[in-house]
């Protein structure tokens, strides 16, 4: 019984490696070479995640990135396979707007969003990001802001403004 129990409260995660950089730190001695990695997680049901973390080789860092991201876990509001409303949200330069699509439409989206959305379970949205900066964890942390603004029963207006203005 504790077993089917354990088994239910342990889900099927993946990961995908998102990016991976050395970065030095100059100390009196000489160069400090370590490595970052930014790991994406999620369940393709609802939880996605991103984690950073640097370490001594590689697979450290991997590993530290892929413990963070399972800690920071969000839920993710999925309605019919897209996202309820469109949203939008900015960290730091990163600026990345989603809009829901219609069904059979596909991810319209960059690397780095394609690759939340894909681990997140959605599969009919398209992305824009708006921003200047091309690193991969400003605009992963702008998507997950993005995708934590969602909300469950937003009421979405189907008619345009100039639409409301003739009413």
Avoid: W
Wanted: hydrophobic share 35%; charged share 30%; aromatic share 2%.
């Amino acid at each position: 019984m504790i077993s089917s129990m354990e088994e239910k409260k342990e889900e099927k995660f993946e990961s995908k490696l998102l990016d991976l950089r050395r970065v030095t730190h100059v100390r009196e001695g000489g160069k400090k070479l370590r490595f970052r990695a930014v790991v994406v997680v999620g369940n393709r049901a609802g939880k996605v995640g991103v984690g950073v973390a640097s370490g001594l080789d590689v697979s450290q860092a991997v590993e530290k990135a892929t413990y963070q991201a399972r800690k920071n876990l969000v839920e993710v509001v999925i309605k019919e396979g897209t996202i309820p409303h469109k949203v939008y949200a900015k960290f730091g330069p990163a600026k990345v707007l989603l809009k829901p699509q219609r069904k059979g439409r596909g991810l319209v989206a960059g690397g780095t969003v394609r690759v939340i959305c894909t681990l997140a379970g959605i599969k009919d949205v398209s992305s824009k990001n708006l921003g200047r900066t091309t690193n991969k964890l400003n605009i992963a942390q702008a998507t997950v802001e993005a995708l934590k603004k969602l909300k469950k029963n937003a009421v979405t207006s189907t008619k345009t403004d100039s639409q409301e203005e003739k009413a």
